[in-house]
């Protein structure tokens, strides 16, 4: 069964950095997008930011200029740098993907992030 595994996270203070990253266990699944959502006590996940396997990116406007995604569809991985943290961006992290050829969508696990003084 595929599945993506995150890593990375934790605690920063605010305008500090953290990364995460998330690769499928399948090398042989190709994937169509990567990408992260988040979702914090009380609130509805919403999505930070995807990459998709022809190169384009999108983020919420929350992050744009803050965070940066970069996806290796050749390795089945994806990156999430995350600087100027804030402390609304205290949430757990998903990890989200697309398959290329089935459209199913699959999630990791979640890792949390939290931003405090």
């Known amino acids: 069964q595929v599945q993506l595994v995150e890593s990375g996270g934790g605690l920063a203070q605010p305008g500090g950095s953290l990364s995460l990253s998330c690769a499928v266990s399948?090398?042989?699944?190709?994937?169509?997008?990567m990408g992260w959502y988040r979702q914090a006590p009380s609130k509805q996940r919403e999505l930070v930011a995807l990459?998709?396997?022809?190169?384009?990116?999108n983020y919420a406007d929350s992050v744009k200029g803050r965070f940066t995604i970069s996806g290796d569809f050749s390795k089945n991985t994806v990156y999430l740098q995350m600087n100027s943290l804030k402390p609304e961006d205290t949430a757990v992290y998903y990890c989200?993907?697309?398959?290329?050829?089935?459209?199913?969508?699959?999630w990791g696990q979640g890792t949390q992030v939290t931003v405090d003084s």
């Open positions: 990459s998709d396997s022809g190169g384009s990116t």
């Open positions: 399948s090398v042989n699944s190709r994937m169509y997008s």
């Open positions: 989200y993907g697309k398959m290329y050829f089935s459209g199913r969508e699959i």
